[in-house]
């Protein structure tokens, strides 16, 4: 692996770096020799997961080193570099190599520590590391893991691990010091070896984390003070690195919120209820009147429900009105300081809270209860954020109160509502959020705590300024770097107008008109004809999505894109996305017959929108269909813009509500689209079928380095073409990649060759423009044409049989066992074989090879319409209108409007008496549609 020398440090990597690459490691080697903080942008491809642990362990590697060779110059006698990261030495030296940094990598998800793990493993550095995770993740005890909730495992875990009769954990000592365990493994591998080995992996990861130089931990993990205090996590003298940085923000606010209702206090007296009888009843059994361990009273129960009865009855006096309001931020502490629950009697409450909890967790009435006495753990954490909170922290808070309606499947529907609670069970329930809405509070704990330096980096965290401003430390070091791709790797385009000539624009008041959601739906179909391999399409929100698949299904569009590529649609459940996405998986690299791979329908914020990796052929199209702000009268959005505001007005450095808004879209739309360009050599298309992003206000917040690459169009022509010719330029790519990945369709390898070779050119109009050219196709869909007892074929048969000097329009196409007529449009099959013959300057003439006798007037209207179109319309139009009778006769005939939608997009505002004379086509029964809809286009 080659070498290079970055800020003074010798850094190893697993190739020659970009240039873009040396300058993230420098920026990373800066913060750490300055001890400073950093937040760093690099674009999702760029290798910055790589760029980062090679630089910071390559740093620490260096910085021991040093210690080392002063420790030796100042006469220390230490044993080796194992002194020198803190693991032996004595006296004042051996203290002195106590304080090297920890490195501690934290990201969204497990599955996100895993790609970073499989990074680690590429590279030179081999530390000792710990994975961190869960009981739910690491327990391997059969029937603790079994256990219904996390609460229940905790307690259950805790008491075997006190009494020792887990077998797994007494094996942890003796077999933790095995050399597997020196191996880079991720959480799953660890959990099998540990398995095996008859350990447990929870508690095998906590003791690996003991001598660790760098450990892997999920967000949650590091910024909940109760859950660091519960995996021994010290944050003093540690790095603390942040992967995927743009989520920071909002779990910093999570963590620091809070909501409680009516129905949760319920929940608590009723655990108190039970608790009491478990107490009870261990008392009638000699236990004295105190559950065994736990020591938990009569007394201590009995108080735990007085207080909650009590705040039940100041709660249920909070005055409600409409949908909710924002109330003085002291109100629930001032609620809790009236049933004497304050600062001094907050340790005591607390303390009997976790010996309830213990003992509901364990108790036979677990299954009856299910997961509601977590609210018991919730109730803790809400008195550790409200009560000794300072004033200065309290000002970044909002205080609202709702009236919510009960769903009935909620959890709190979930078992049998106890006479006691009907009061509050009913209907509606009292909800009270606390919200943080100041990521700078934890920021500010870490920094209490000591660290050494913290590094932010994500591809999405533009303006870095306003970033760090609302994080409120100091951020000295900060990067904005440019892809490491060429231009001709990456398509960006934005469509104003679809098919039909409709104006593309997902808002509020327009997101569910049918001529928008059929045009978007048709426009889509245009390019996933021209796209190999998989296509993504985003949409604003899940219902968005539902909703513009529900009038897809119902207009046939979800089928035509089916027969063009396998569709799948992201599901909100995670384990069903876990079925999707393998199954995505396989129909991209191995289609069905007659399709070109899959396309899968996603939310922005949602799980394919980051997380996952649509590298090479699973992603070579992304289509962004909408901007997806949050949603504007959510109480919360409202409540966070009211702050930001006033904020603004004492720090205007800082956003405004409506800056913040933005950019909340703008980030999740740059998330989304960094799924295309997954590494230096990828390549793909970024279409955006949204006409706002044509505007300078959202051009200026896409990425810097996509920025230079936009084309808008204002027709599908257009859009189109560019499209065509970039898959082409990359054709040969496609085929190479095709046999890399491994099993594909039989036919796919051989006749990908031919697909973008043989698309159809595109001609050049020889006749007047017209105005509006959206509707024109520059390829044949890949539909199967069939007539009675033909046989079917696909578009890569069709293509490679082609011969592209030939192609002029569909009925050119030579498939072998096939007649020509059988490409015609259905009405011309009808008719019998016309000759059309011009002559200058004389009448059109007309010769019928096979006359048919009793021609009557609408069939000779036919002809001389038929000859009217070959003589006014250019190749080009002739070729599309042929397709929109192809279309609509292998859609069953049935929808006319989509007939007539498209002739209107085809032959207005040139060719009106065209349009007019396509009646000729209607059957007599539509004309009454076809007259009202031409009509209210006329009127346009």
């Known amino acids: 692996m080659p070498e290079i020398v970055i800020q003074n440090v010798d850094v190893s990597f ?56 002063q420790a030796a110059r100042s006469g220390a006698h230490l044993e080796g570099l194992s002194a020198a990261v803190g693991e032996g030495g004595t006296g004042d030296a051996g203290k002195a190599f106590m304080a090297i940094p920890t490195i501690i990598y934290a990201s969204r998800t497990h599955s996100q520590i895993s790609q970073v793990v499989k990074e680690l493993r590429n590279t030179r550095y081999k530390p000792k590391i710990a994975v961190l ?21 905790i307690h259950a875990c805790r008491a075997k691990v006190k009494e020792r009769s887990c077998v797994h954990y007494t094996q942890v000592e003796k077999k933790v010091s095995d050399a597997v365990f020196n191996e880079i493994m991720d959480i799953e591998e660890l959990v099998q070896v540990a398995k095996d080995k008859t350990m447990c992996p929870y508690y095998t990861s906590r003791e690996m984390s003991r001598a660790a130089d760098i450990m892997f931990m999920p967000y949650n993990y590091l910024i909940d003070a109760k859950t660091r205090k519960n995996q021994n996590i010290s944050l003093e003298n540690a790095i603390i690195i942040f992967d995927e940085a743009h989520n920071v923000e909002k779990v910093c606010e999570e963590s620091f919120s809070f909501e409680i209702t009516s129905m949760d206090i319920a929940n608590c007296i009723e655990n108190c209820t039970v608790a009491l009888q478990r107490v009870t009843e261990d008392a009638s059994g000699g236990g004295g009147g105190g559950t065994e361990d736990t020591e938990l009273t009569k007394a201590d129960v009995l108080t735990m429900k007085s207080i909650f009865l009590s705040l039940e009855r100041e709660f249920n006096k909070l005055s409600v009105t409409g949908q909710g309001a924002v109330i003085d931020k002291s109100t629930f502490k001032n609620l809790l ?34 997961t509601t006495f977590q609210v018991l753990n919730n109730f803790m954490q809400i008195l550790d954020i409200t009560l ?50 100041s990521p700078g509070l934890a920021m500010e704990e870490f920094q209490r705590q000591g660290v050494y330096s913290i590094i932010l980096t994500s591809g999405t965290l533009s303006p870095i300024s306003s970033f760090s401003s609302e994080l409120k430390i100091p951020f000295p070091v900060t990067l904005s770097n440019p892809h490491v791709i060429e231009p001709s790797q990456i398509l960006v385009q934005v469509l104003s107008m679809g098919v039909g000539g409709v104006e593309l624009n997902s808002t509020y008041q327009n997101r569910s008109s049918p001529v928008y959601l059929t045009s978007l739906g048709n426009t889509i179909i245009n390019v996933l004809r021209q ?22 299904k119902s207009k046939g569009i979800w089928d035509r894109m089916d027969k063009i590529k396998s569709v799948f649609m992201e599901p909100k459940n995670k384990k069903e996305m876990v079925v999707v996405m393998g199954d995505f998986d396989v129909k991209v690299r191995t289609p069905d017959a007659g399709k070109t791979g899959a396309i899968l329908f996603a939310v922005c914020r949602g799980k394919a929108s980051e997380g996952i990796d649509f590298a090479d052929m699973h992603g070579r199209a ?62 793909g298309a970024v279409l955006f079928l949204e006409r706002r992003f044509g505007y300078k206000a959202n051009f200026s917040e896409l990425p810097k380095w996509m ?13 189109i073409r560019p499209l065509n010719e970039f898959f082409k330029l990359h054709a040969p790519k496609t085929v190479i990649e095709a046999d890399n990945e491994g099993v594909l369709y039989p036919r796919m390898k051989e006749e990908m060759k031919f697909v973008y ?39 890569l048969s069709s293509l490679s049989a082609s011969n592209e000097n030939s192609f002029e329009t569909p009925a050119n196409l030579s498939v072998e066992g096939r007649k020509e007529e059988e490409f015609k449009t259905p009405e011309v099959l009808k008719q019998p074989r016309k000759r059309i013959k011009l002559v200058t300057g004389q009448p059109l003439a007309v010769r019928q090879e096979e006359a048919a006798s009793g021609t009557d007037r609408a069939r000779e209207a036919l002809i001389s319409y038929s000859a009217r179109l070959k003589i006014e319309l250019s190749t080009e139009e002739y070729v599309h209108f042929r397709r929109i009778m192809a279309d609509f006769k292998s859609g069953g005939s049935t929808d006319i409007v989509g007939l007539v939608e498209g002739a209107c997009g085809l032959f207005l505002p040139e060719h009106k008496e065209l349009l007019l004379g396509f009646r000729v086509f209607i059957k007599s029964r539509d004309h009454a549609q076809f007259d009202r809809i031409v009509t209210e286009r006329l009127k346009r």
Not at 23 to 45: C, D, F, W
Not at 133 to 153: F, I, L, Y
Not at 343 to 353: F, M, N, P, Q, R
């Open 531 to 552: 796209v190999p391999n998989g296509v993504l399409v985003f949409f604003p929100s899940y219902y968005v999505m539902d909703l513009t698949v529900e009038h897809w």
């Open 133 to 153: 995770g869960s009981r739910d993740q690491m327990c391997v005890h059969p029937k603790v893991k079994d256990m219904e909730n996390s609460t229940a495992k």
């Open 757 to 795: 070779h043989n698309l159809p050119p595109i001609v050049p109009k020889q006749t007047t423009a017209i105005a509006d050219t959206s509707l024109l196709e520059t390829t044949p869909p890949p539909k199967k044409y069939s007539r009675a007892g033909s046989k079917r074929t696909s578009l």
């Open 622 to 683: 992304v289509i962004i269909t909408g901007m997806p702000y949050p949603p504007a009268k959510d109480p919360k959005v409202s409540a966070k813009r009211s702050y930001l505001d006033q904020q603004r007005r004492e720090r205007p450095e800082l956003l405004s509500g409506n800056e913040w808004y933005q950019q909340q879209s703008t980030r999740a739309v740059n998330q989304a689209v960094g799924r295309v360009i997954r590494h230096s050599k990828d390549f």
């Open 707 to 719: 920025q230079s690459s936009v084309q808008v169009h204002d027709n599908i022509g257009k859009f």
């Open 337 to 370: 300081h009236s049933i004497n629950v304050n600062d001094e009697t907050k340790g005591a409450i607390s303390e009997v809270l976790q010996k309830m909890e213990a003992v509901l967790s364990v108790s036979s009435s677990n299954k009856v209860m299910g």
């Open 388 to 437: 000794g909170q300072t004033k200065d922290a309290s000002r970044q808070y909002v205080c609202h109160v709702s009236k919510e309606k009960r769903e009935k499947k909620s959890s709190f529907n979930s078992r049998e509502v106890k006479p006691h609670l009907e009061s509050v069970a009913p209907t509606f329930y009292t909800k009270l959020s606390y919200w943080c809405f």
């Open 14 to 69: 697993p190739f020659t770096p970009y240039k873009c690459q040396e300058s993230y490691m420098g920026h990373v080697i800066q913060a750490l020799q300055r001890k400073q903080n950093a937040i760093l942008e690099s674009p999702t491809g760029t290798g910055k997961t790589l760029c980062l642990l090679c630089s910071a362990l390559a740093w620490r590697q260096t910085y021991i080193a040093q210690r080392q060779l």
